[in-house]
């Protein structure tokens, strides 16, 4: 079983900048494919981005490209997603997910609410 626990969300007001973070239990995370989705409301949950075992490969949604950034530090068991340039838009509960030998963790959210 693998605990996600997010943190790093809150309120800020447009083309300002978060950092969230996904810190993750277990002993093999630098084994796991990390990824973030989140969920605005009323609307489906969708995909951010994703960050490779290594962190040497990263994807992103469109909807993210040039403005956020994925990472991991595998010492600390943690994901990051750096959001630059947000907009009222990208207001929604983001969640990270492991992939953990086919079997998929998710976290509990964290709220970003982008003011216009």
């Known amino acids: 079983q693998v605990q996600l626990v997010e943190s790093g969300g809150g309120q800020v007001q447009a083309g300002g900048a978060l950092r969230l973070s996904c810190t993750a239990s277990g002993r093999t995370f630098s084994t796991y494919t990390m990824s973030w989705f989140r969920q605005a409301p009323g609307k489906e949950r969708d995909f951010v981005a994703t960050?490779?075992?290594?962190?040497?490969?990263?994807y992103y949604a469109d909807s993210g490209k040039g403005r956020f950034a994925i990472s991991r530090d595998n010492a600390k068991n943690t994901v990051y997603l750096q959001m630059n340039s947000l907009k009222p838009k990208d207001t929604a509960v983001y969640s990270c997910?492991?992939?953990?030998?086919?079997?998929?963790?998710w976290g509990q959210g964290t709220q970003v609410t982008v003011s216009s």
């Open positions: 960050v490779s075992w290594s962190g040497a490969r990263t």
């Open positions: 997910k492991a992939i953990v030998s086919g079997t998929d963790y």
